[in-house]
């Protein structure tokens, strides 16, 4: 286990994450097509209807905005509170930020059918023709599960050190609840298989672009302050 978080920043630095979603998308425009078809179905409806609404309003709200959300602010909230900064809060904006646009681009930008209208083109038509079904990849909830989620697990673990088995259970909580986005979405019958997979690559690629660059300012900010406290008779001394 300890073998695999200290090779997690590699396996999901943002050239990997990217790399892999620009694959999912070009397969699941052409060669994939034919396991999109055979995958989905409305197996809710098929197998569990008394039980459709509720999961569909239930653990699939989950991984929406009504609910991931309103956690990542608080959570930010708290630590900004405990730790009397903005920067949680900043970040939390950023988060939010990139999946608006982020996601959002994407969506708009590929404009694929989802089950209920088409099926998968991409560049079919998109919003103006279909609304909301015509931008169905990448998916929205697999990727607010990795992105707002992980934030929300990047703010824990940078504001309030935690020990080492902190640490993991955020990891595990974080994958769990994306994995549990995924099983219901896919039973849902909602999205396109592939839609998930992309919106979970979508998701990690702008959480990995958040934390890098959050990263890269904090850092900066630590070495204007360090250079900036050196004594002038050790700076001259230095030159």
Known sequence: MHGLMRRLPRMTSL???AGAFVVVTLLAAGPLRDLDHALQAYWSRRY????????DTVPNAVA???VCLPALVAVAGWLAVRQ??????????AAEGAFLVGVGGLKVLLARTSPAVGDGSFLSGGFLEHGWYGMAYPSGHAAEAVLVYGAAAYLVRTYSHPDLRVRTRTFWLVLLIAAGALLVAFYLGFHWPTDLVGGVLAGGMLLRLVVDVDRSVAARARDRQTGSSVPSSSASTMR
């Open 15 to 17: 050239p990997v994450l």
């Open 48 to 55: 569990t209807p008394n039980w459709h609404e509720f999961l």
């Open 64 to 66: 929406g905005q009504a």
């Open 84 to 93: 009397r900064t903005w920067h949680p809060v900043l970040v939390a904006l």
